[in-house]
């Protein structure tokens, strides 16, 4: 398909190429159609629509009747004035002025600062002591040979966490002078905890976010990993404290950046990010919470037979690691490695300090609480799979293996499952921040920005710039069955969509970057990014936590989940591979 600016109408034969579907308000499914059928002549309309540059639609003009399925309609546009709109889109920006950072070099400056940063405070900052003395206590009736978990105790109660934690911790004690008490080292050893899991998340962000591919998504970028850089209780948890959430929110960062980065691995991706996320449960258990989002993307991105394998790694990896107790004592080992029935302190509670104590340890409270995050991740759930219908619905059995998923959506969905398990939490304690920090910044593009972070396109036509999203990329044949390569669909804002050759996309989504994604949209979603991590970084760091403290905290989560509720950026961008072809991520 192509377009000229030159006046006039002309049509052309080609042997190569399908009728080019009219941009109708008909449902993609209608595209096959169009290629396979001879398209009719279509009369003016009474009085077309017009643009707000005051040309007429294109989509309202008579089309010729064309005579074989092979003959190929050229369209050429007067070009009119340009509108204010476009005027506006053009005038220059202090985005488009400032050349952002180059994504890897800069990833790698951060690293460094954050390695110096982290043993400056190591340096400065005398150590709290909080739960190491516990978790050593616990590893030490490990070693001694109980296996017994509820005998397994420390200074805080009993073991609450699964075998995995026991695993890492002796490595722990027998590293830092046999016995634990070398607690400099255990702090160098989480400071470079603190490193790895910083890259992992820089990793899942460069693909999420598109880094690679424009000013706009390298402005995301940089102001992302700024953000997670600046975080005083976070490097607290790590470095000061030495938390085992730590481990837990790591290993479940690698598995996905796994699931989002290992599209070279076709089939095996969501096996091999099984392991270190069935790991990362191992080591706590609230890693759980992502455990919903997971088990989506492993029905919309692989069969039944792929997901039982994928689900049989992750409960395989828990069985291995718990042999030792589930062969002696297997009823104590679940009943407290996997503890659902739990009572916290309300002293320490950062989300929920305004209520009374009596209410805060209530059951109809830990019920109702329980029954909204069930509900949430319901709705959230009809909401994506919704989506997904648009170009196939629920992509199960034989439709999945032909579909991968962009990386911003996995990463999206993933992180979302988790940040529902949050917001309906029944508390959250200081190191609780580990779990989701991480998360926020791309949760908060995708709410605020989301239309624009990796599949918006746009086309002038009739002087004035329309905006869409692709959807999906498709093998198209013709009804003699010639190949004619992939086209991507593309869904345009007032409901038209088009098929469209991948050389004509890559313009528009290049007129997409440099005419409206250094807008305003950009600037308010980074507001939205200190407004939201500012309230929940003021909540962590106010201890005791106040009533005021934890209000502010509800108001940034609620309004978060609100906004990725009613915003338009949780939607995927789906690959559909053809017979024999190779799909690429959009």
């Not at 088990?295 to 291995?320: D, K, M, N, W």
């Not at 989506?387 to 998923?405: E, F, I, P, Q």
């Not at 998360?439 to 746009?458: E, K, M, N």
């Amino acid at each position: 398909m192509s377009r000229s600016r030159s006046p006039g109408r002309k049509s052309s034969s080609s042997s190569s190429s399908p009728a080019r579907p009219s941009r109708s308000r008909s449902k993609p499914d209608s595209f096959a159609a169009s290629v396979h059928s001879t398209p009719t002549a279509k009369a003016p309309k009474k009085k077309a629509g017009q643009r707000r540059g005051g040309s007429s639609s294109p989509r309202n003009s008579p089309k010729p009747a064309q005579t074989s399925t092979m003959t190929t309609t050229t369209t050429t546009r007067k070009p009119s004035s340009p509108s204010p709109v476009l005027l506006r889109f053009r005038a220059p920006s202090l985005l488009k002025a400032l050349l952002p950072p180059p994504p890897l070099a800069f990833s790698a400056l951060v690293l460094v600062g954050e390695l110096f940063l982290c043993l400056l405070i190591i340096r400065k900052v005398a150590y709290t002591e909080i739960d190491w003395e516990a978790y050593m206590s616990e590893v030490s009736g490990y070693l001694s040979g109980e296996r017994d978990y509820e005998k397994l105790r420390g200074g805080t109660g009993p073991l609450v966490y699964p075998a995995g934690f026991l695993y890492v911790f002796s490595w722990l004690r027998w590293f830092c002078g046999g016995d634990g008490s070398d607690i400099g080292k255990a702090q160098l050893v989480f400071a470079g905890l603190y490193v790895a899991n910083r890259a992992t998340v820089m990793a899942t962000y460069y693909l999420a976010l598109g880094a690679g591919e424009g000013r706009a998504q390298k402005w995301r970028y940089a102001v992302s990993i700024v953000a997670l850089s600046l975080s005083q209780r976070v490097h607290s948890i790590y470095v000061l404290r030495c938390f085992n959430d730590c481990v837990a929110a790591f290993l479940c960062n690698l598995a996905v950046l796994v699931f989002v980065g290992g599209s070279k691995l076709g089939w095996l991706r969501n096996h091999t990010a099984s392991v270190p996320y069935s790991l990362s449960v191992s080591a706590k258990m609230n890693t759980l919470l992502f455990a919903p989002g997971i088990l989506l993307i492993f029905l919309q991105s692989s069969t039944y037979g792929e997901t039982f394998i994928s689900l049989s790694i992750c409960a395989g990896i828990q069985l291995v690691l718990g042999y030792p107790f589930l062969s002696t004592y297997p009823v104590s080992y679940l009943k407290k490695a996997f503890e659902l029935s739990r009572v916290f302190f309300f002293k320490w509670t950062v989300n929920l300090k305004f209520l009374p104590e009596d209410i805060f340890v209530s059951k109809p409270l830990s019920l109702a609480l329980l029954g909204l995050h069930v509900a949430a991740l319901g709705f959230f759930c009809s909401r994506l799979v919704r989506h997904v219908g648009a170009v196939g619905g629920w992509a199960v059995g034989a439709d999945a293996k032909r579909r991968r998923l962009s990386p911003h959506y996995i990463a999206t969905v993933v992180y979302l499952s988790n940040f529902v398990g949050i917001v309906f939490a029944r508390t959250l304690h200081y190191q609780f921040y580990s779990w989701y920090f991480d998360s926020l910044p791309l949760l908060i593009w995708t709410a605020f920005d989301g239309g624009q972070i990796s599949s918006r396109v746009a086309k002038e036509l009739s002087g004035e710039l329309h905006f869409g999203t692709i959807v999906a990329r498709e093998m198209i044949s013709t009804a003699s069955g010639n190949n004619l390569g992939f086209h991507y669909l593309v869904n345009y804002e007032d409901g038209d969509s088009e098929h469209i050759k991948e050389g004509e996309l890559r313009s528009m989504i290049a007129r997409a970057k440099d005419e409206e994604e250094a807008d305003s949209g950009l600037i308010k979603s980074v507001a939205w990014i200190i407004l939201i991590m500012g309230g929940t970084e003021y909540a962590f760091n106010v201890f005791p936590a106040t009533p005021k403290s934890s209000l502010v905290l509800q108001v940034c989560h609620f309004t978060l989940l609100a906004k990725l509720w009613w915003g338009q950026g949780v939607q995927p961008l789906l690959v559909v591979e053809g017979e024999g072809g190779k799909g690429a991520e959009g």
